[in-house]
């Protein structure tokens, strides 16, 4: 554990974020800068910042930024947790936190802050870790009696190496591909321990609980290489364009959203069987399969999702999806944004709009330069702020809303 006083150093910044578009009325603030690889964040009800990161730290891998005073700048920083990871939340009495193979939790003490720095218990370990796409973000379900974990694919088509042929059936997805469920109360379990709750997601960085739906809801990272693999089937161009990252929701154990078997073309508004399984671009397929709540542009990154419930914003946002994409659609000439879907009764109640944008710093159409920003992470403040994290320029953002 490393513990600083920043004295100043995190003063927050309105430099690059005046350059962040956002709708009329709200205001971005820098809160913290070059922090090194922050994937997902959280904020507790005291308003300390908390952040995972993907790499060490000065051996550490979760940052505490904290605001002794309440005047909005953060003077005391606290490293801790030498593993790296992505997944992070505060939940009850304790602080959890995950490594890509497990996930660990800190007690609180009656204040809301973490007991004892250096203890931690271990809620599940020994996850499958092959490298690629190996974050494991985790959410609880209303009761606090199930933790869901994603397990992301290494494979990104579950193709038989060396060959243009799938594996059928796709071995991988019965320790990979979905999200698996434990029991959220007790501790050092193993991967045997869980149930596979989703399937058919290569994989899922962000996933949460709707409790509006009382519902898991995941943002699917599509695949890729259609025309490196199959140039008889799909030009260059589709390649960039295909498939949709999707969001989708799964309401019980045993849901599929298709994957590796099928995608989701969002230009046809069809689940497409994949090439690997006898697909040729045209062919439907995944009857039984999910389809997805939106469908957005591919190669997007979706990285995380949070339904806003706070009252700061506008009432339109109440109840909607906010959407950190961490990468950008050839399509649209577009990304590295926040984007919002709206909700009602638990459904889209209307398309899909980019609510915050401009993070890259050039303009991704006729780049001048490299990108700055990558959005990473979303958390709500206990006021209603927004809050958005970088895991290219180590930043962390303050959203907020003023009539």
């Known amino acids: 554990m490393k513990k600083m006083l920043l004295l100043g150093m995190l003063v927050p910044s309105m430099l690059f974020a005046q350059e962040i578009k956002v709708p009329a009325g709200f205001s971005v603030t820098e809160i913290a800068k070059n922090q090194g690889a922050v994937r997902h964040i959280a904020v507790s009800k005291q308003g300390h910042v908390y952040a995972k990161l993907s790499k060490l730290k000065d051996g550490n891998g979760i940052i505490q930024l904290k605001d002794t005073n ?27 936190a995950s490594s890509n193979k497990g996930v660990f ?23 499958p870790d092959h490298g690629r796409d190996n974050a494991k973000p985790f959410v609880f379900d209303q009761g606090k009696n199930h933790i869901y974990v994603t397990i992301g694919s290494w494979n990104d088509p579950c193709r038989v190496p060396g060959t243009g042929q799938g594996m059928n059936p796709c071995a991988i997805l019965d320790s990979a591909g979905g999200v ?19 399937t058919g997601l290569k994989n899922a960085v962000g996933i949460t609980w709707n409790p509006q739906t009382q519902s898991l809801f995941a943002m699917a990272h599509g695949r890729g290489q259609f025309h490196d693999f199959y140039p008889q089937y799909y030009t260059p161009q589709q390649s960039q364009e295909l498939p949709a990252e999707a969001m989708y929701e799964f309401k019980k ?60 914003f506008p009432a339109k946002y109440k109840n909607g999806a906010f959407i950190a994409f961490h990468g950008q659609s050839a399509e649209l000439k577009k990304g590295y ?21 401009n993070f890259a710093g050039t303009d991704l159409a006729k780049p001048t330069g490299p ?17 958005v994290s970088d895991d290219l320029g180590g930043s962390i953002y303050r959203i907020q809303y003023k009539k």
């Open 70 to 96: 309440q005047d909005g700048v953060f003077e005391e920083e606290t490293l801790f947790g030498n593993y790296p990871g992505t997944g992070i939340m505060i939940d009850g009495s304790y602080f959890y």
């Open 105 to 127: 939790r800190y007690a609180l003490n009656a204040t809301g802050e973490i007991a004892d720095w250096n203890k931690f218990e271990t809620i599940v370990d020994g996850l």
């Open 180 to 198: 698996w469920q434990f029991d959220a109360n007790k501790l050092n379990q193993g991967f045997k321990d869980g149930v596979r709750y989703a």
């Open 253 to 312: 154990a045993g849901d599929d959203a298709g994957w590796p078997y099928i995608y989701y073309d969002h230009k046809q508004n069809k689940k497409i069987v994949a090439p690997e399984f006898g697909g040729d671009g045209k062919k439907t397929g995944g009857e039984k399969a999910l389809d997805p709540v939106v469908a957005f542009p591919a190669h997007m990154g979706p990285n995380d999702i949070l339904f806003y419930s706070g009252n700061q």
């Open 337 to 357: 944004l926040v984007a919002f879907v709206p909700f009602k009764n638990g459904k889209p109640s209307g398309k899909w709009e980019i609510f915050a944008d």
């Open 371 to 387: 990108i700055q920003h990558r959005p990473c992470g979303l958390a709500e403040g206990p006021d209603g702020s927004l809050y």
